[in-house]
């Protein structure tokens, strides 16, 4: 079985890259399922629906690498779209039973899409620096992840998406690039706060909010995050 794992931070295209592997015939998709140890590690954490998403799964970290990501499906291929600052307070060693694939956005536009929901988000919120020591930590041992800027993948999704399935090892499917607009099964509990856009969309397209002004208030925190994202953004995969 292939185990795609995905590490993101928000506001990345995720949402729309798991309903995209929805549409294969040989994929299960799972939507966050370390969100619950997240937040039950960070009781500061006040984000939308928390109560909603302590209660509606495995707050234990254990149980959901060995139930869920580790876990027996009955397609050939999981996809688990994560995200990077989830993956604290916990050991990593389950990383290397999974193929990791890293979604990476412009902070720019991450940021100023975020602070729509949070209206002060800080390097936690958005997991860019997690994502970097995660990168590394797994490019020393030899595994080599794999990097997509959602920049890169909205300038020609049907040229991207064939080339990210070559460098998963899984083979091109052009399901991939049409969903039915609406919410999916799959959808974790915090969907109503967090997923107008997908829901509303029928393939990769990109925001007209993604050219929103940049809150000057949080330039400190993209002066911060921006270093992160070059360094992952050289990596990326190129059409």
């Keep these: 079985m292939k185990r795609i794992h995905l590490i993101s931070g928000p506001r990345n295209i995720s949402t729309a890259l798991m309903y995209s592997f929805a549409q294969r015939a040989d994929t299960r998709v799972v939507d966050e399922p370390l969100y619950a140890h997240y937040l ?14 302590l209660g509606s799964m495995s707050q234990d970290w254990k149980q959901v690498v060995s139930q869920v990501i580790l876990g027996s499906y009955d397609r050939e291929v999981v996809f ?3 995200m990077s600052h989830h993956l604290v307070k916990m050991e990593l060693d389950w990383l290397s039973q999974v193929t990791n694939l890293f979604l990476i956005r412009n902070p720019r536009q991450l940021i ?42 909205l300038k020609d999704p049907p040229k991207m998406m064939p080339r990210l399935c070559e460098a998963l090892g899984i083979p091109a ?25 997908v829901h509303g969309s029928t393939g990769f397209k990109k925001q007209e909010t993604s050219t929103r002004s940049f809150p000057s208030h949080l330039q400190p925190l993209l002066d911060e995050a921006m270093p992160f994202y070059e360094h992952l953004s050289v990596n990326a995969l190129k059409l």
């Excluded at 729509?116 to 490019?139: A, F, N, T």
Aim: charged share 25%; proline share 8%.
């Design 173 to 197: 499917d052009e399901s991939m690039l049409r969903w039915a607009a609406g919410p999916r099964p799959e959808d974790g509990v915090w969907a109503p706060y967090w997923y107008a856009n």
């Design 40 to 53: 039950s590690t960070h009781p500061e954490v006040d984000h939308p629906g928390r109560a909603e998403i």
């Design 112 to 153: 100023a899409s975020f602070a729509q929901v949070i209206e002060q988000p800080i390097m936690r919120d958005i997991g860019l620096d997690q994502s970097y020591r995660i990168w590394r930590k797994l490019d020393a041992e030899g595994q080599c992840p794999v990097v997509l800027d959602s920049n890169e993948l």
């Design 80 to 82: 688990l779209k994560g």
